[in-house]
């Protein structure tokens, strides 16, 4: 799954880390700050909506891209 966040830095990624970290249907995660939509790349078992959560809860936005 791919979403366009609003993650800016390696600062960011160090705070979303334990929100992605912590849901264990999340094989890998990678964020592209070479992107301009900061990619985020999920792998696993889990609903989109779940991963959108996450990131939001920690402070970010997030949105699925087809």
Do not use: H
């Amino acid at each position: 799954m791919k979403f366009k966040t609003n993650i800016k830095c390696g600062g960011c990624i160090q705070t979303v880390k334990p929100f992605l970290e912590g849901l264990k249907e999340i094989k890998n995660w990678q964020v592209d700050l070479s992107s301009p939509d900061r990619i985020l790349s999920v792998e696993g078992d889990i609903a989109e909506e779940k991963v959108i959560q996450a990131i939001q809860a920690a402070g970010y936005r997030a949105e699925k891209l087809n």
